[in-house]
Each structure stands twice: as structure tokens, then as C-alpha cells.
Nanobody, 126 residues
Framework: QVQLVESGGGLVQAGGSLRLSCAAS????????MGWFRQAPGKERDFVAA????????MYTDSVKGRFTISKDDAKSTVYLQMNSLKSDDTAVYYC???????????????????WGQGTQVTVSS
């Protein structure tokens, strides 16, 4: 079992930055893929970014490329999502997710993840 706990959400003005953290416990993450998803009110939970903890390879949805960065700290078993140049469209509950494996095949699909955090709210005011 893997337990995931997100933190770092909050209220920020458009153009500002936030860094989300996802602390994992229960298993070493060296052979996991970690992902970030987000869900806005009335919408589905969508893929944001993912990283292979084995290779360090990352993937992003197009709308956040160049603004968001996913990274990992192996020693702390923590994955981060640095969010810059935030827009009102980024407002959502952000979820951390994990699945066993090393590759990023079908990493955008929610059903491919085995573990989820409780989510953290990000609100961007315009």
C-alpha cells in the first residue's frame, strides 16, 4: 500500500506561483510513476503531469507546458508540482496519484493509477 498526502494549495492571484507537494509513504517510489491530476467544479478529473521515478522522464498536458514543472525528491519520497504564471483556468482541486511501473504509457488515464491522495485546493483569482 502507498499513502499519498498533498499539501501546498491555496489562494493566489493570477500570474502568481504555488508549489504543491505529495508525500508518499508505505513503499519506496523508485519503481513508481507519479502523476498530478486536477478537477474543476463540474468537470472531470484531468491529467496535468507525470514523472517516472525510475527514469526521471516527465510528461505534461499541453495547457501547462512551460508553466508547471513536476519533480521528485527520492530521499524524501516526495513529488512536487511547481506552478508558475497561474491562470484562473488552473483553479481546481489537485490530486496526486501513483502507479507501479517505470514507463509513461497511458499515463494520462485516471484508471491506470492505483493510489490517490485526498486532494488540495488551488484557487487563482483574476
Amino acid at each position: 500500500q502507498v499513502q499519498l498526502v498533498e499539501s501546498g494549495g491555496g489562494l493566489v492571484q493570477a500570474g502568481g506561483s504555488l508549489r504543491l507537494s505529495c508525500a508518499a509513504s508505505g513503499r519506496t517510489l523508485s519503481r513508481f510513476v507519479m502523476g498530478w491530476f486536477r478537477q474543476a467544479p463540474g468537470k472531470e478529473r484531468d491529467f496535468v503531469a507525470a514523472v517516472s521515478c525510475s527514469s526521471g522522464i516527465t510528461m505534461y498536458t499541453d495547457s501547462v507546458k512551460g508553466r508547471f514543472t513536476i519533480s521528485k525528491d527520492d530521499a524524501k519520497s516526495t513529488v512536487y508540482l511547481q506552478m508558475n504564471s497561474l491562470k484562473s483556468d488552473d483553479t481546481a482541486v489537485y490530486y496526486c496519484a501513483a502507479r507501479e511501473g517505470v514507463g509513461l504509457l497511458r499515463v494520462r488515464e485516471r484508471s491506470r493509477y492505483d493510489y490517490w491522495g485526498q486532494g488540495t485546493q488551488v484557487t487563482v483569482s483574476s
